[in-house]
């Protein structure tokens, strides 16, 4: 097999080496033939602007090939049965053309029937990405080429590419020049594979904690994620690839966190929805020019969002200025009649997406099922073709914004072997690993810790000598992976004895039903936790390695509890009873409500879903090499009984309960979060002084100047994440209590002071009003400058006209 893979490649690598040579004699010097008359057509012409290249190309186009443009053909093993072009591919619907092939060949890390020889070295797969553009050049009509997309949130979704934290730990460093690095990197490993579209990044709102995706959000706070948002799709499009932002819209709130065959009914009233979740779905749509958007499978009031004109054409194209193409999310178009039932059948379900403005279905089944439905539509008269040309105009415009039109293939394949996951992108792989790192508690300043002065280390829980979390369905495959327990050996080597005891397994057999209805330790579990212990009572420190893996997290996984799953939190006090002393590192896709853990554990540590250096980071961070810096971009609640419980909320929607009165009945709830959003340790101190507030104007329309002064005040070297919140004082529909609107991450020397600088803009100011305005109401206005959004250090009333 691997033999007959390798004589094909060889074979497609003589093709591609002969275009100007052999076949169709339609390459020159300046321009493709694509349609293989012998004549420059417009669409042929690199010198035409790209509206009328787009007007002639659909006016050649017949029924067939345009249908063709408007689904996608899922990779190889998915839907797609070949890896490389085959005499069948004459007799399927992509005859006519494909708008575009999702995953081809990239391995998914997860799925064993996707792993491909092709997937690397990595010009193997840019060769094999051109052998499938070039038939799809060559052997079709009109040779319309293919956008090749993939997923490219934890880093490109490809064997061996640079792997990438968790989003959320990602948007835990506030870091946006990392970020758009971040981009750029996935960006150029993309178009070095031959990948012309990444479906990245994820702009959802994640404000109910139980969610199973929160680890693939940056955070609940839509400024943030604006900013972290904006910044990635700059960096993916700055290297000539096409960003698709993804879930449009309301996608992250289904009723109750219920995901799986849920998905639906989220409870957002419309000022919160274009407030909170559409905010940042506006900004970088405006602000980075996406050329991709991804709409999702819930419904938003009644309506199936990919079935609503409101979202995919007044909302998305008419207000946000979006012109790129919009892709379904998976099941998204199916839905409409299996799920929301507003369809009667699948054919009908059709009509709706493309007439509310679909551009393209994408998902795990045949293009044949789509496309055949829809020409029926068109031949029925239900479908006008002035709305067909009107989609697959936005596709083609996409396509030639790409350039593939003029340059469709990976020049220099070879290349691509010094192209990705180079030893820069891998030191880069580590260092947002360190700046997602949260220190969550440190009593005593027991961290960082002395390797000097241990003799015997302890490191276990069940995540300990775990690596599987360093991996994602939607990132690299088969990079090397280091646990935390093997980063800790290799730190402490000829310095300490560093022993491992497992201690538990991440859940117990009956879980998840033992959340609901606990179950007793049976005696393999009793003795497995005994075993740690006397490993303990030996040891210096005991590092507990705890939380979540990808089983436990992840789309359809939502949970009815935040606790440490399993046997954990019994291993965890278990190790308390022995005196020594417990850091607790986390490793978890959502907030966990460690109530008990932080009230008697002397350090914790949030890694979040680390990639694949988590080991040697977490390691170098116990131990003093690294300060850790990053700020939490979710609220952790004490209990799922408090949830929603996130930030911005409105007055009193997070208040006290009255402890006397006719209403009063004590204490009967727990009240306020456990770690706020923003917050977050350092091993040094910070001190903030200086405030300077300079409004040019009083009018509504001027931009403000606000400077504050930082200051490192301790002996190690840190990062201070400065945080700017706004309250509007009074205004005609109740707003939130502050909302960001700026922040920074502040590297600081011993003693070192930094001034630092916002500029607010009109827009930051801006409520929906009354009558559903954006507008900047007259008023006071505090600016509050903080290290969290609770804990404010600085504070100014301005007035504005």
């Known amino acids: 097999m691997k033999f007959k893979a390798t004589v094909v490649l060889l074979s497609s690598m003589f093709l591609l080496s002969s275009f100007k040579t052999e076949g169709p004699k339609i390459y020159h010097k300046d321009w493709i033939d694509f349609n293989k008359n012998g004549v420059k057509d417009v669409y042929e012409d690199p010198k035409a602007h790209i509206d009328d290249r787009v007007s002639n190309l659909i006016s050649l186009m017949n029924v067939n090939e345009k249908t063709c443009q408007l689904t996608t053909l899922y990779g190889f093993a998915r839907v797609l049965e070949d890896e490389l072009p085959t005499a069948n591919w004459k007799h399927r619907v992509w005859k006519d053309g494909i708008a575009n092939i999702d995953e081809h060949l990239n391995t998914i890390w ?42 490219g949130v934890h880093g490109l979704c490809h064997k061996k590419a640079t792997p990438l934290p968790a989003p959320i730990g990602i948007g835990s460093t506030w ?63 700055s290297q000539g690839v096409a960003a698709t932002l993804k879930h449009f819209a309301v996608y992250s709130v289904p009723k109750g966190a219920r995901d799986g065959d849920a998905r639906t009914d989220p409870h957002v009233a419309p000022r919160e929805m274009h407030q909170l979740h559409l905010y940042p779905f506006k900004r970088v749509i405006q602000e980075a020019k996406p050329m991709g958007i991804m709409s999702s499978y819930n419904d938003y009031d009644g309506v199936p969002v990919t079935a609503s004109s ?31 039932h507003v369809a009667e059948n699948y054919k009908e379900a059709v009509r709706q997406v493309v007439e509310a403005g679909l551009n393209v279905r994408t998902t795990f089944r045949t293009p044949e099922s789509f496309i055949e439905p829809l020409r029926e539509l068109i031949e029925e008269g239900k479908i006008s073709m002035k709305t067909i040309d009107s989609r697959v105009a936005d596709v083609l415009k996409v396509k030639f914004r790409l350039g593939l ?35 969550l508690k440190n009593e005593n300043n027991l961290l960082p810790l002395d390797v000097n002065h241990l003799k015997n280390i302890l490191v276990t829980g069940p995540l300990a000598d775990e690596v599987s979390f360093t991996y994602s369905r939607y990132g690299p495959a088969d990079n090397p992976s280091t646990s935390v327990y093997q980063g800790i050996k290799n730190y402490a080597k000829d310095k300490a004895e560093v022993h491992y005891v497992k201690g538990c397994d991440i859940v117990d057999p009956d879980w998840p039903g033992s959340e609901i209805i ?23 420190i005991i590092i507990a390695v705890v939380g979540e893996d990808e089983k436990r997290v992840g789309e359809t996984k939502s949970r009815t ?37 932080n009230k008697f554990l002397p350090a914790i540590l949030e890694a979040w879903f680390p990639s694949t250096a988590a080991g040697e980071v977490i390691a170098e961070t116990l131990f003093g090499d690294y300060n850790p810096g990053g700020k939490l971009t979710v609220t952790f609640p004490k209990s799922v009984g408090q949830i929603p419980l996130n930030f911005p909320y409105k007055p009193g929607s997070q208040a006290g309960q009255p402890g006397a009165g006719p209403n009063g009945y004590g204490n009967t709830r727990v009240l306020s979060p456990l770690y706020p959003f923003g917050y977050g340790l350092s091993y040094t101190t910070f001190e903030y002084s200086d405030l300077v507030v300079n409004q040019k104007t009083k009018q509504s329309q001027s931009d403000i100047d606000v400077s504050f002064k930082v200051k490192n005040t301790g002996k190690r070297e840190g990062d201070e994440v400065v945080q700017l919140y706004l ?41 929906l009003d009354i009558n559903m305005n954006w507008t900047v109401e007259p008023g006071d206005f505090e600016i509050m400058v903080g290290s969290s959004s609770v804990d404010i250090h600085l504070r100014e009333r301005i007035n504005v006209l």
């Not at 060769?127 to 997309?149: C, H, S, Y």
């Not at 070879?414 to 820069?424: P, Y």
């Not at 606990?518 to 210096?540: F, H, R, Y």
Request: glycine residues 6%; negative net charge; charged residues 25%.
């Open 110 to 151: 997860n799925q064993e029937k996707t792993h491909t020889s092709y997937s690397f070295p990595y010009s193997t797969h840019a060769e094999a990405i051109n052998t499938v553009q070039k038939w799809f050049i060559e052997e079709t009509r009109l040779g319309i080429p293919v956008d090749f997309t993939n997923e």
């Open 175 to 237: 870091n946006t020049d990392l970020v758009y690095k971040a981009g750029t990197i996935v960006g150029r490993e993309a178009k070095a594979l031959g990948y012309t579209n990444i479906y990245a990044p994820i702009l959802d709102v994640a404000r109910d904690q139980r969610w199973g995706r929160v680890l693939e959000c940056y955070g609940e706070e839509p400024f943030h994620i604006a900013e972290m948002g904006k910044q990635m799709t700059l960096g993916v499009q």
């Open 310 to 340: 409101y979202f995919l054409t007044e909302l998305l194209r008419e207000q946000y200025g979006f012109n790129g193409y919009v892709v379904s999310d998976s099941e998204a178009v199916e839905y409409v009649s299996e799920k929301h």
């Open 405 to 439: 039109f003029d340059s469709a293939y990976v020049e220099n394949p070879k290349a691509s072997d010094d192209l990705v996951h180079t030893a820069a992108d891998e030191a880069f792989s580590k260092q947002i690993n360190r700046e997602s790192l949260v220190l």
């Open 518 to 540: 606990p179950t007793p330790l049976s005696a393999s579990e009793e003795a497995n936790i005994a075993e740690a212990v006397e490993q303990a009572k030996k040891s210096d």
């Open 561 to 597: 509890s935040l606790g440490l799953p399993g046997r954990q939190f019994q291993l965890v006090q278990a190790l308390y009873a022995t005196g020594k002393p417990v850091v607790l590192v986390l490793i978890n896709g959502q907030p966990l409500t460690i109530n008990w853990e």
């Open 727 to 767: 309250k509007d004082e009074v205004s005609s529909v109740t707003t939130y209590e502050s909302q960001l609107r700026g922040f920074d991450r502040v590297a600081l020397k011993p003693g070192e002071t930094k001034t630092v600088h916002f500029t607010l803009h009109p827009e930051d100011l801006e409520i």
